[in-house]
């Protein structure tokens, strides 16, 4: 195991590209200078960061690969490509896309130029300590580029684990999407029995009139604190789309960056999370409007139970060259228990003067008026409950940007609550 110290870099950067040494070095320089985030920062608000990164360490042989999740899999049905990445490390990927289509690992086409012309220009280096961390210390990744013009319906699995305990893991996910082409990409975190860090990056784009969809399915393990960072970028007419599912970890956090650069654009960020025990799930949404003529959606909605807290911030910024943009934030969220907490935060920032902007937000338990409803229609009270659950986060699911992870996101919230019932927890 080697520690996140100048020694770990300099093994890191032996052997590879002038270019990648520079990016390492920054980050590693930002690293240093960082202190940990705290409450007192906005970004950070209500969430208390008990956390010593000097406990964790980066591995030099990833661990066991965990059981195949065969159900989610099949739910996907045929797959364009898959990849396995183990405590940040690819063990496996294998393209059925077309010839013209590169799904690799990144350390193996490090000279690409697709490649050199996107790597770590997604989430900033100095984002946090968390990312200036990812920044120095990353190891191997997965790119995906589609060429001008390639459609490719079937998804893209990448399934990121986390395997050896008292592990921190970087796991980076870089997709390219050049004019006029489409991908879909799923994205499964899971981790095994033990205590982990992670904190992967995702950075992606579009080209001009292209379509990337992406698709994350949060499964940590409960002892699992996860710092993931998301950054996408859309050119002229091209539409970036990500889907969120939260279900696992300790601390499962998310940022999310989206930036329209090119007129005509559209970003849309939809998902759904649902904590329970004492997780804390936190979630922290920029769309950044950049162009005119640009749109976005974000829909998320969020349930709570036990001693469970959610956070979401939601920031829309609107640049003065960004006329005619029409953008809408929508935040619903579920609190099932006493103990539970839920922090809902949308912002406007607004500096264009002809727009269409707006946001809805809202907290609160299930509804008594419906309960008496579904009751005088011969329910009792729990499966009453149960069928507002799922109605409450059946929109959501349905908007999920891969249309093969509703049956299987459906089935695992769903036994959430009923679980939860089942113990006389809610």
């Not at 989610?72 to 013209?100: K, M, Q, T, W």
């Not at 989430?123 to 060429?147: E, N, R, T, Y």
């Not at 976005?296 to 005619?324: C, H, N, W, Y």
């Amino acid at each position: 195991m080697l520690a996140l110290d100048k020694g770990t870099l300099e093994r890191l950067v032996a052997d590879t590209p002038d270019w990648v040494a520079t990016l390492r070095a920054e980050g590693f320089r930002q690293f240093e200078a960082m202190d940990m985030p705290t409450q007192l920062e906005e970004v950070w608000r209500y969430v208390d960061l008990d956390l010593d990164l000097g406990d964790f360490a980066v591995v030099e042989t990833p661990g066991s690969r965990l059981p195949e999740d065969k159900v989610f899999v099949a739910g996907l049905g045929d797959l364009a490509g898959r990849a396995v990445v183990v405590d940040g490390v690819p063990i496996e990927v294998v393209s059925d896309a077309p010839a013209n289509v590169t799904f690799a690992a990144t350390s193996s086409i490090l000279d690409d130029p697709q490649l050199r012309s996107i790597y770590g220009t997604g989430v900033p280096v100095g984002l946090d300590k968390f990312a200036a961390a990812h920044h120095a210390f990353g190891g191997d990744g997965v790119f995906l580029f589609l060429p001008k013009g390639t459609a490719v319906a079937e998804p893209f699995l990448i399934d990121v684990q986390s395997s050896t305990p008292d592990s921190v893991s970087f796991p980076r996910i870089t997709l390219l999407v050049d004019d006029g082409a489409d991908a879909n990409v799923v994205i499964h975190y899971r981790s095994g029995d033990g205590t982990f860090l992670a904190v992967p990056q995702v950075e992606g784009k579009a080209g001009s009139n292209a379509r990337l969809r992406v698709a994350g399915v949060q499964e940590w393990g409960a002892d699992t604190t996860a710092i993931a960072q998301v950054a996408l970028k859309a050119d002229q007419d091209a539409t970036v789309t990500l889907g969120e599912v939260g279900v696992g970890g300790a601390l499962a956090r998310l940022h999310i960056i989206v930036d329209l650069n090119g007129r005509g654009s559209r970003g849309e960020v939809d998902g759904l999370y649902f904590g329970d025990r004492e997780q804390v799930l936190d979630y922290r949404a920029f769309m950044n409007h950049r162009a005119p003529n640009t749109t976005s959606d974000m829909f998320l909605k969020g349930a709570v139970e036990d001693d469970a807290d959610s956070v979401f911030t939601g920031l829309i910024r609107i640049e003065p060259e960004a006329q005619k943009t029409n953008a809408f934030q929508t935040n619903r969220n579920l609190v099932l228990s006493d103990g539970a907490e839920a922090q809902s935060v949308p912002n406007l920032e607004i500096l264009a003067n002809d727009v269409k902007c707006g946001h809805g937000s809202t907290v609160g338990p299930l509804d008594l008026e419906q309960r008496y409803y579904l009751m005088s229609r011969g329910l009792d009270r729990i499966r009453a409950d149960r069928l507002q659950v799922r109605g409450f986060f059946e929109e959501a699911i349905r908007r999920l940007p891969v249309a093969g992870l509703a049956d299987s996101v459906r089935d695992r919230v769903n036994a959430k609550y009923v679980a939860a019932q089942e113990e006389g927890r809610v």
